[in-house]
T-cell receptor, first 115, second 113 residues
């Protein structure tokens, strides 16, 4: 498609439950990025992929968070055993290829609420 | 390492008056810089981008920004604020090595009637 799609729009989980978020990048885009926006509006980079390969995972919490981008499937971000502090909006973005602008195209986000 | 600093966390202007949102950057290379707007409970919308072409960049909705290398600044301006401009604004630099976005902490713009 021509837009980055993210599902679900909203997700509510009790503390300790698993959460799984999905992102379908724009068709033909080879780079995918995940960002976390916490309640103070600050954005944190989590992880990026080049096709199905992890490109940069320097922002991923070592425990509980994992992500995948498999061929012919939406990318996913999974949080095992959610904590209250995981409550945030998670944005996915994609780039076709590295051009001079480095512009990323963002999805609408998934709001995760951990209760 | 690259970074951006948004100098004001909150800015209030009256409708019809000019808007100035300040952003300074730090970069070892010629940076790629962006301004995004986020309305409450909404996603990110690109206002404009600088990619080493013209230093004065025009964006959507009457916004523009000027890249000043000597001042390491990329301030966002609009001649006349509209009520619909009330939102959170983010200055962003793209990391040249990893392509990830590095966001500023945001400036909340309030427009007074």
């Amino acid at each position: 498609g021509e837009e980055v799609a993210q599902t679900p729009k909203h997700l509510v989980r009790g503390e300790g439950q698993k959460a799984k978020l999905y992102c379908a990048p724009i068709k033909g885009h080879s780079y995918v990025f995940w960002y976390q926006q916490v309640l103070k509006n600050e954005f944190k980079f989590l992880i990026s992929f080049q096709n199905e390969n992890v490109f940069d995972e320097t922002g991923m919490p070592k425990e509980r968070f994992s992500a995948k981008c498999l061929p012919n499937s939406p990318c996913s971000l999974e949080i095992q055993a959610t904590k209250l502090e995981d409550s945030a909006v998670y944005f996915c973005a994609s780039i076709h290829r590295i051009t001079s602008s480095y512009e990323q195209y963002f999805g609408p986000g998934t709001r995760l609420t951990v209760t | 390492a690259q970074s951006v600093t948004q100098l004001d966390s909150h800015v209030s202007v009256s409708e019809g008056t000019p808007v100035l949102l300040r952003c300074n950057y730090s970069s070892s290379y010629s940076p790629s810089l962006f301004w995004y707007v986020q309305h409450p409970n909404k996603g990110l919308q690109l206002l404009l981008k600088y990619t080493s072409a013209a230093t004065l960049v025009k964006g959507i909705n009457g916004f523009e920004a000027e890249f000043k290398k000597s001042e390491t600044s990329f301030h966002l301006t609009k001649p006349s604020a509209h009520m619909s401009d009330a939102a959170e604004y983010f200055c962003v630099v793209s990391d040249r090595g990893t392509y990830k976005y590095i966001f500023g902490t945001g400036t909340r713009l309030k427009v007074l009637a």
